[in-house]
């Protein structure tokens, strides 16, 4: 039976598997150093849950809850389970939660992948915002990505992806002032 389960910064053999799978599925520049994300477990906006098979763990989701919007950083299903069904299956259990606008990232469509990540978000109800979207380097060291937003139900105007973007860099990124670069 499939069940997400809140991470506890008190759940160490879980959080090892959890990273692993995070290191695995995200390039570096597209992820935070684990242990900030362990940080951020004290946060009451932000929420990492284990993605199980029985009490196997088989991914994770991590996203903030902003109030007027969900917004989810990281998503990822183990390689060796993708395809089956799962993502489909978490994702719908959030959005029948969540009565909010639900948000996330995507790499720009540049290869196969890519292009069928934004096929499985679109299924989903999730819709391109058309402006243009720079993800903010999650530290020293790190690039900028230019990524695109998916939203559910869709952003309605420019004022309100302005909005949504000021508040993601801000409170995610911390860096209020990345659109004015």
Known sequence: MIHLTTILTTDKKHLIGIKMIYESSFPDNERRDFTQLVELLDDDRFKLKGIFI????VGF?????????????????SDVLRNNGLGTHVLQSLL???LNKMLLEVDLPSDPISFKRI????????????EEYIQ??????????????????????????????????????HQPDFLLR
């Open 54 to 57: 029985d009490d196997d763990l």
């Open 61 to 77: 989701i991590s996203y903030w809850d902003f109030n007027v919007f969900m917004y989810v950083e990281h998503f990822a299903i």
């Open 96 to 98: 029948e939660e969540n």
């Open 119 to 130: 096929k499985f978000y679109e299924r989903l109800g999730f819709v391109i915002c058309h």
């Open 136 to 173: 903010p380097p999650y530290g020293e060291g790190k690039e900028a990505v230019p990524m695109l937003i998916l939203s559910k139900p869709e952003i309605d105007n420019t004022n309100e992806f302005k909005t949504i973007v000021k508040t993601i860099h801000s409170e995610v990124y």
